[in-house]
């Protein structure tokens, strides 16, 4: 959430696009597969309350296979890009769609932590 939090539309939408440009031609012709076949995953509740080390592994291991099928063998610089392209694309639908945002907040059990933190300041800035 923190490209939704501290990046307006613009900012991510411009950070996915330059990321994008990194990549060779044969993956970045198939970027919409590439983005697509990550949202699929990001649908179940179980993938947010997965553990972020197992979640880098598997976006990894699928950007391998990606690059692979389109005739690419990927170096780290490019996995590291595929993998920033997943997490660009996850905040540009958070922010587009306020659902989307929920059902992530809400999958990984913040949703609520927020607006106790809000009623807890509330709370404070009424005693003082």
């Not at 697509?36 to 296979?65: M, Q």
Request: a positive charge; charged letters at 25%; glycine letters at 4%.
């Amino acid at each position: 959430m923190h490209h939704v939090e501290r990046q307006s539309l613009q900012q991510v939408t411009e950070e996915l696009f330059r990321t994008i440009e990194f990549l060779p031609n044969g993956l970045r012709r198939a970027r919409q597969n590439w983005i697509d076949l990550n949202n699929s995953y990001a649908l179940r509740e179980e993938f947010w309350k997965s553990d972020c080390g197992d979640v880098l592994l598997s976006i990894v291991g699928r950007a391998k296979a990606f690059s692979a099928s389109h005739g690419i063998n990927a170096d780290n610089d490019t996995l590291l890009n595929l993998f920033e392209i997943v997490v660009l694309a996850f905040a540009f639908t958070a922010h587009g769609d306020k659902r989307a945002k929920e059902f992530i907040q809400r999958s990984v059990g913040i949703a609520n932590t927020h607006s106790r933190i809000f009623r807890w300041r509330s709370s404070v800035n009424r005693l003082t």
